[in-house]
């Protein structure tokens, strides 16, 4: 117990030195142009004329630099023009699930100043679970405000986050899946878009950005069909995804799509691979004829760090270093992560294989963004934003929200005989076990930044439990070898046993995707030997952002509770015993299909998203997966029982060409029948339990005879209400015919199919609606 109790005041202390913020020393101011008051010059730059259109500020800062300047431009680290009184930027910070630095990389965030920590949130994926778009808008107006505090405090030299990532998490091995809302592509739609008017300081509605003045630039990522790292000899770096157009449509391209249409985001990264042969950060038509006209993209678009140095010499796809740099700038590239332009801009503009005016393209989409972000303004202390300060990072209040993001994201998979939530009074003995309990990194998950504090799961649990005994069970998460007989010594004395397993950033990670879907090592042997032991059914929490095969525990009758936490963030462990022990009524629901471990025989380079039943490929995602699931997408328990009933259909039936039958292109219906189309849903639902909870209500769409290339069904809407015991309420969705009813034909056109479809919500409640 003193052991215990030693960790836990170790790890408070040293949460409280890490947040600890100098207020007494003068901070630097954070870098900006157009200082009238130390450069005078300025007054007389149109680009320093706040009363001009951005637009044209643009084009006169352009119009006044050297070439060499010019070229100075086109990468992260943008170098200061003295003359000008421009000082240097880093296009490059990350802000995935709060406001980060990158270990060893020179980022726009380096939190080795006064500022120390920021409010790190639950991973994206646990996020995701949430299955609550508002939430999703809080947290990255959080992520907002504290990037624009610690640039205003002199502690930052960029505002350009490269978040959110929106690819769709085809394969559960991927190693960046955990940073994805999940693998349906409405659902990842929808978070982008929240993500992005929160973190640019847009209103949840969006269209609120007043004169386009940004509190942050967010970044879509990876444009497109990216999701491989390293798998089989296959790298992410010259890997060449075959992807239909029906795919692309209706799976790959939609978030992206949303993201720049809806979000309206500033910026796009293109992605490493290459996709039908063409390198993405080379593809004129992606970048230019579908990003920027199709969609009408307004920002600047990055590179992957490094991906133009990969076209010539690993992609061999440009013929030298110049028509590397003429394919990028050419295609629409405006700024490369890296060095490569820097290195080759100067000598492809000498052998004439690109202009002068394709740099200008580039640099006036550069300084526009940095126009919007007020940082051409003079002193940004005197603008809006200017009175965000250290006192906005980390605070009590977006500390509370990682909690509560954390807690509703939680996903409870089995509760036999409702072990759980456990009784605070009658529980007099604990035993927490496994390598995960007490390691606050494991909270985190890839891409996060110093936190405000971490609670572990370890910790946690003993806030409700005097009498806590603790081992790791196995050294590490690898597990190569299990110490049973402390674990079951230890698990034989508690009234009550909680395993903390799963895996982390040594097993899934950028560059690195997983090898199989099973707990490492011995992890199942000691699940197993400890649940023999224990007196009473143990509680397994697992941490990882990936799928697990866990059908062991799934049937095991010793195995009472299962909690699957993700990667919860700083506020995780606490989260994890609030709902153990009731305090908090779990209402997560996972937002990615858990499969069997023999998925894996299924190559991670096979792009196709649709079942082909002669060569037996079951497809993937619930949307197309025709095989057996440890999980279901959406699968999550409550310690409420929710029932549901359809109140009113705006529609039974609808005609958009009658005297035809089969599919109908959404483009010859179009946009005003579309609108004048669309109808409500409405759903009562209604708590029937003895807790107040947050219920995900999710409204899927299936065809009565779907055709071989149609989804099984598809998620058309959703939304969150909270209920007391015994409370109703009715839950009201817009259904737009024209997105929620198509799919994409095999040329890529968004059509909707005739017959009869239904409306299905919670347990398999089905209302139906024809089309003609």
Not at 126 to 141: E, G, N, P
Not at 156 to 172: C, E, K, L, Q
Not at 386 to 415: F, M, T, W, Y
Request: proline share 5%; charged share 20%.
């Amino acid at each position: 117990m003193s052991l215990i109790a030693a960790i836990f005041m170790c790890s408070m202390m040293l949460n409280a030195n890490i947040n600890a913020q100098s207020t007494n020393s003068k901070q630097p101011l954070p870098p900006f142009s157009c200082d009238s008051i130390t450069n005078p010059s300025t007054k007389s730059y149109p680009f320093c004329n706040v009363d001009l259109p951005i637009g044209k500020r643009a084009h006169d800062l352009v119009s006044r630099l050297t070439l060499n300047e010019k070229i100075s431009q086109l990468v992260n680290k943008a170098s200061a023009i003295p003359r000008l009184g421009i000082p240097y930027y880093q296009w490059w910070s990350e802000a995935l699930h709060g406001v980060a630095g990158t270990l060893g990389v020179d980022t726009g965030f380096f939190f080795n100043g006064t500022i120390r920590a920021a409010t790190s949130f639950p991973q994206v994926i646990l996020t995701a679970a949430t299955f609550d778009a508002h939430l999703w808008y809080r947290i990255a107006k959080v992520i907002g405000t504290e990037g624009r505090a610690i640039y205003n405090e002199g502690e930052a030299t960029g505002m350009t986050f490269w978040s959110p990532n929106i690819n769709i998490f085809r394969d559960p091995r991927w190693g960046r899946g955990q940073e994805t809302p999940g693998e349906d592509p409405f659902m990842t739609s929808k978070y982008g878009v929240s993500f992005v008017r929160g973190i640019q300081g847009d209103s949840f509605e969006g269209g609120d950005l007043k004169d386009g003045r940004l509190l942050a630039s967010a970044c879509c990522k990876h444009l497109t069909a990216y999701d491989l790292e390293s798998w089989n000899g296959n790298s992410r770096f010259t890997f060449d995804a075959h992807v239909t157009k029906q795919d692309m449509a209706d799976t790959y391209q939609p978030p992206f799509k949303s993201c720049v249409e809806q979000g309206r985001a500033s910026g796009i990264m293109c992605a490493y691979n290459l996709v039908n042969g063409v390198p993405n950060c080379a593809d004129y038509d992606l970048l230019t004829k579908t990003a920027r006209r199709e969609w009408g993209f307004q920002g600047y678009i990055t590179s992957d760090c490094g991906a133009v140095s990969l076209l010539y010499g690993t992609q061999n796809y440009s013929k030298s270093h110049e028509d590397a740099v003429a394919d990028v700038l050419k295609a629409g590239l405006d700024v490369e992560c890296g060095n490569y332009l820097t290195n080759h801009t100067k000598s492809a503009i000498e052998k004439g294989k690109v202009s002068e005016h394709d740099i200008d393209r580039a640099l006036r989409n550069l300084f526009t963004i940095r126009m919007r972000l007020g940082l051409f303004n003079g002193n940004p202390s005197e603008h809006v934003y200017g009175n965000l300060s250290r006192n906005d990072v980390c605070s009590p209040e977006h500390q509370d929200l990682a909690l509560e993001v954390a807690r509703d994201g939680i996903v409870l998979l089995k509760n036999s005989a409702n072990l759980l939530p456990l009784s605070k009074s009658k529980t007099k003995s604990l035993a927490v076990i496994g390598p995960n309990s007490n390691v606050s990194e494991t909270l985190l998950g890839s891409y996060a930044g110093p936190p405000c504090k971490t609670i572990t799961p370890l910790q946690g649990l003993m806030n409700y439990v005097k009498k806590t005994e603790f081992h790791k069970g196995c050294e590490t998460v690898n597990c190569t070898s299990i110490a049973s007989r402390e674990a079951t010594r230890i698990a034989r004395s508690a009234d009550y046993v909680v395993l903390v397993m799963g895996i982390n950033q040594d097993f899934e990670r950028e560059d690195l995707d997983r090898e199989d879907l099973v707990l490492p090592g011995q992890q199942q042997s000691l699940i197993r030997s400890v649940a023999n032991a224990a007196k009473n059914p143990v509680i397994l929490v697992l941490l990882c952002g990936g799928p697990v095969d866990i059908s062991f525990a799934k049937n095991n009758p010793k195995i009472g509770g299962i909690l699957w936490a993700g990667y919860p963030g700083e506020a995780g462990g606490k989260a994890i015993a609030e709902i153990i022990f009731g305090d908090h009524n779990p209402g997560g629901r996972l937002p990615v299909t858990w499969y069997p471990k023999d998925f894996i025989k299924i190559p991670m380079t096979d792009m196709r998203m649709r079942p082909d039943r002669a060569s037996g490929y079951p497809g993937r995602t619930y949307r197309f997966y025709q095989g057996e699931k440890v999980y279901e997408f959406g699968y999550g328990l409550s310690y409420s029982n929710y029932s549901y009933k359809f109140v009113s259909v705006g529609q039974s039936k609808l005609d958009f060409k009658p005297e035809n039958s089969g599919d109908v292109s959404v483009s010859d219906i179009g946009f005003e029948t579309c609108e004048k189309s669309k109808f409500s849903v409405v759903v009562s639902v209604e708590n029937e339990g003895e807790m107040a909870g947050k219920n995900s209500v999710l409204l899927f769409l299936k065809r009565d005879e779907p055709l071989k290339d149609s989804p099984t069904k598809q998620l058309v809407g959703f939304q969150t209400v909270r209920l007391n015991a015994n409370e109703k309420a009715n839950v009201e969705f817009e259904i737009n015919p024209c997105q929620h009813f198509a799919r994409a034909s095999e040329d890529g056109k968004m059509v909707i199919e005739s017959g009869t479809h239904h409306f299905i919500v919670g347990d398999q409640k089905e209302y139906p609606i024809s089309i003609n």
